[in-house]
């Protein structure tokens, strides 16, 4: 079992402190108003549609629970969070942390803990029987030397494959692609009828295709060693898996703004496929304003992304406490929240994901979700690149970059290089 999780690794967070913030974020301009002591400032990216529903109907319970705490939400929007995080560093670096901010599971929160951002939260932990509750594996994701660092709040799976059947079916895809091969051929099929066949978003959401290519391309066991001592990043299956990940983002269409305009392309049926976490689902089934009220199945349907079937892309929100927080024990209570079942599972079935805990109730988990957790149960594991599970924050941004570029010259060797550099600098 313990095989089937990335290690938790050790990071330099050099590139973390030295990154900078957009400062155009939604939340970026509000402050907590004077006085605020009861004011619980909680810092996300849970902005935009399907994002939004799963964070207030937390906050609800939180405040039904404390009556005396008001929820102040500090997210800043931009999907996957790069914005708010690059402002959340600044904020870190000057002292003035929110309350309770989100962090990756893995990686990019081993970073925070090695600046010596965050508290422990070991007694919260055997307060409230936290080991029992949790996999043992995903604790040790959130722990340095037997000191716990947040609370864990949900499983996403990043390797999905969102399409629309009618367009499929309009194409003459009979079968859902399971290779990268099938799904080329499905690309081309549907670029003649003239619809887009890959809808894509800003630049994360490259990011987050070529983590699923990788996957699928490299095959499980390869792609977990990228991680590793050993890691090869220039040898000629990367370079296979590479070229694959141009030929699939040659179908792209235009990027969206982000990734609910290229998920809404699939659901209204102007483009075929998208890879997506499993944050989409929320999105296409919730009822509007938060959702678009898709019908499952019809409107939109789902398999793992190509190649990848058997294997579930792991990532994990979850929450901290950060040290200097102004209301530490508003913070405490909002933590609590977040790792109590009611907490869980009132956010994760709005949100599209699955609960943390070992103990939530299975019902309350249909259609995708019940999937969602039969395969979180038996597959294989691997970690997320662009969700930081498997590299820290500073890797990521090279990463990023690095696609950025790509995305223009489409210089399969230039990425290759880049990548293999980032990988020798990451310190991890
Ligand atoms: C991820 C995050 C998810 C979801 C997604 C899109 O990084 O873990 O909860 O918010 O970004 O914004």
């Known amino acids: 079992m313990r095989r089937r999780w990335m290690a938790a690794v050790a990071v330099t967070v050099a590139g973390l402190l030295?990154?900078?913030?957009?400062?155009?974020?939604?939340?970026?301009?509000?402050?907590?108003?004077?006085?605020?002591?009861?004011?619980?400032?909680?810092?996300?990216?849970w902005t935009g549609p399907g994002e939004a529903d799963g964070l207030k109907a937390m906050k609800e319970i939180f405040e039904k629970q404390n009556p005396g705490l008001t929820f102040f939400d500090a997210?800043?929007?931009?999907?996957?969070?790069?914005?708010?995080?690059?402002?959340?560093a600044t904020k870190l670096q000057a002292d003035t942390p929110p309350d309770t901010f989100q962090g990756h599971a893995g990686a990019e929160l081993q970073g925070y803990i090695k600046a010596g951002d965050l508290e422990p939260v070991n007694s919260l932990y055997d307060e409230l029987k936290l080991k029992d509750v949790f996999p043992q594996q995903l604790v040790d994701?959130?722990?340095?030397?037997?000191?716990?660092y947040s609370v864990p709040v949900n499983i996403h799976r990043s390797n999905v494959m969102w399409f629309n059947p009618a367009v499929l079916k309009e194409a003459g895809v009979t079968e859902v692609p399971k290779t990268i091969e099938e799904f080329?051929?499905?690309?081309?099929?549907?670029?003649?009828?003239?619809?887009?066949?890959?809808a894509i978003g800003s630049e994360w959401t490259m990011v987050h295709l070529l983590e699923s290519v990788l996957l699928g391309s490299l095959g499980t066991e390869a792609y977990n060693q990228l991680w590793t001592a050993g890691s090869d990043w220039s040898g000629p299956a990367m370079t296979k898996a590479l070229n694959d990940f141009k030929t699939v983002l040659s179908y792209a269409g235009d990027p969206a703004d982000d990734w609910q305009p290229a998920a809404k392309q699939v659901a209204d049926g102007q483009a075929a496929f998208t890879i997506m976490g499993?944050?989409?689902?929320?999105?296409?089934?919730?009822?509007?304003?938060?959702?678009?009220?898709?019908?499952?199945?019809?409107?939109?349907?789902?398999?793992?992304?190509?190649?990848?079937?058997?294997?579930?892309?792991?990532?994990?929100?979850?929450?901290?406490?950060?040290?200097?927080a102004p209301n530490r024990a508003?913070?405490?209570?909002?933590?609590?929240?977040?790792?109590?079942?009611?907490?869980?599972?009132?956010?994760?079935?709005?949100k599209g994901s699955i609960p943390a805990r070992k103990d939530?109730?299975?019902?309350?988990?249909?259609?995708?979700?019940?999937?969602?957790?039969?395969?979180?149960?038996?597959?294989?594991?691997?970690g997320s690149i662009q969700h930081g599970v498997t590299v820290n924050d500073a890797w990521r941004v090279s990463i990023n970059e690095a696609v950025g570029l790509f995305h223009t010259d489409k210089d399969v060797a230039a990425l290759q290089a880049a990548l293999a550099e980032a990988a020798k600098n990451s310190g991890q």
């Open 18 to 45: 030295t990154l900078t913030a957009c400062g155009d974020g939604g939340g970026a301009a509000q402050t907590p108003q004077a006085g605020g002591e009861k004011k619980v400032e909680v810092f996300s990216w």
């Open 278 to 324: 499993d944050w989409a689902y929320g999105y296409f089934h919730n009822p509007p304003d938060g959702g678009l009220g898709k019908k499952s199945k019809t409107d939109f349907d789902w398999a793992p992304s190509p190649g990848t079937g058997g294997t579930f892309m792991w990532l994990s929100d979850s929450f901290t406490l950060p040290k200097g």
């Open 75 to 88: 997210a800043v929007a931009g999907g996957s969070g790069d914005k708010a995080r690059a402002l959340l």
């Open 141 to 148: 994701q959130i722990s340095v030397q037997g000191q716990i």
């Open 360 to 382: 939530a109730d299975t019902s309350l988990y249909t259609d995708y979700l019940a999937d969602a957790l039969k395969d979180w149960g038996s597959n294989k594991l691997a």
């Open 330 to 350: 508003g913070a405490v209570a909002w933590l609590k929240v977040a790792a109590s079942k009611e907490g869980q599972d009132a956010f994760n079935p709005k």
């Open 184 to 198: 080329t051929a499905a690309l081309e099929k549907v670029k003649k009828t003239g619809k887009i066949p890959l």
